[in-house]
């Protein structure tokens, strides 16, 4: 079974990058998948890559990241200073972040207009 | 607040000593695209020596490696470019030491491996902020949406390091540059072989380009 937890950007909203980051590793350590409202700021990710290396142990093998973002440069003049206003003052809200247990999630396949999730098949104990 | 003092000072600093400087030209990207391949082109072309090992098996480079000192010319040669090559591990969301096993590791050497492995990326991603300029190293045979290409240039762009991808592995069959151009199209795009020398030149003049 795979667990998907939706969590809305006002969840992270208050946090500081580390709490935010240590919040969404914490769930993903969990083997559930994140699906995150927006996005984290450019230098987030990469101390999210950073914060899952330093986690990487026997059980815990990394994560599957994708960002799936609404083309920004379709937007023009003064819609775009408009969504970069918003943005500087209230986060990133818009298109949404996957987080994924790479125990659980094989791979991410992203496309610019989909996304395709390929999970890892269970393998099943027998019984003695 | 002494962050951007130190910017301010460096702005003003850089216009006095810019000849002293000596620029850092970063090669990053994910694992197995054919960075260390492309460093050793570069060294062997203009040092006559190798600068790393590499394999089929990925995360072969787990430590920074820097080559000092080399001088590039250009075609015509009437430019030439002085600067501090710097090789860096891979970057990776995930290290598996079953993969290394499968490879035909033995399970301590793999547990080490990935252990080094997963030092190593955190190191990459902390030699981020020391770079003048990045080539990209994307092996065009994949995907060029992976969110680890995404975030790396999202990151450079953000810091205002000049960024050139370098599309490698042109030689193979499932080459596809026009999917790398497609999927950044901000971005001076140049397909490679680092392997066989293919368009190196090329990648050279673009150097130029790129270090005004």
């Not at chain 2, 430590?63 to 970057?91: A, M, Y």
């Not at chain 2, 001076?188 to 072989?193: C, H, K, L, M």
């Not at chain 2, 392997?195 to 090329?202: A, E, L, Q, S, T």
Request: aromatic share 6%; net charge positive.
């Amino acid at each position: 079974m795979v667990t998907l937890q939706f969590m809305p950007y006002t969840e992270i909203e208050a946090l500081s990058s580390l709490g935010r980051i240590r919040k969404l590793l914490n769930i993903a350590k969990k083997n559930k998948i994140v699906l995150l409202q927006g996005r984290l700021k450019k230098d987030e990710e990469t101390e999210l890559i950073k914060a899952t290396m330093e986690e990487i142990n026997k059980e815990f093998k990394g994560i599957e990241l994708a960002v799936i973002n609404p083309k920004q440069e379709d937007i023009g003049g003064l819609n775009k200073l408009k969504n970069d206003f918003v943005e500087m003052l209230l986060g990133d809200r818009s298109g949404m972040t996957i987080i994924g247990p790479a125990n659980v999630v094989k791979s991410i396949k992203k496309d610019p207009n989909k996304i395709e999730l390929l999970t890892k098949e269970r393998k099943k104990k027998r019984k003695k | 607040m002494l962050s951007v003092l130190k910017k301010i000072l460096n702005l003003f600093l850089s216009d006095w000593f810019s000849a002293k400087k000596d620029i850092k030209l970063g090669l990053y990207g994910p694992p197995n695209s054919g960075k260390t391949t492309l460093a050793n082109r570069i060294c062997k072309d203009w040092l006559g020596e190798e600068m790393g090992s590499t394999s089929n098996v990925p995360h072969e480079t787990r430590e920074i490696q820097i080559k000092e000192q080399i001088t590039l010319k250009s075609k015509d040669g009437r430019k030439e470019l002085l600067f501090n090559l710097v090789d860096t591990p891979g970057i990776a969301t995930k290290i598996d030491y079953e993969d290394f096993l499968k490879a035909g590791m033995t399970e301590k050497k793999a547990k080490k491996r990935a252990k080094e492995a997963t030092k190593g990326v955190i190191e990459a991603i902390k030699w981020l902020d020391e770079m003048d300029t990045v080539l990209v190293v994307l092996d065009s045979t994949k995907d060029p949406y992976s969110q680890v290409n995404i975030t790396i240039i999202g990151n450079l762009a953000a810091r205002d390091i000049p960024v050139l991808i370098v599309a490698n592995k042109s030689d193979l069959k499932k080459a596809n540059l026009k999917k790398v151009q497609a999927a950044f199209p901000q971005y001076p795009v140049v397909g490679i072989s680092a392997k066989y020398g293919r368009k190196v030149k090329d990648l050279y003049e673009n150097v130029f380009k790129l270090i005004k």
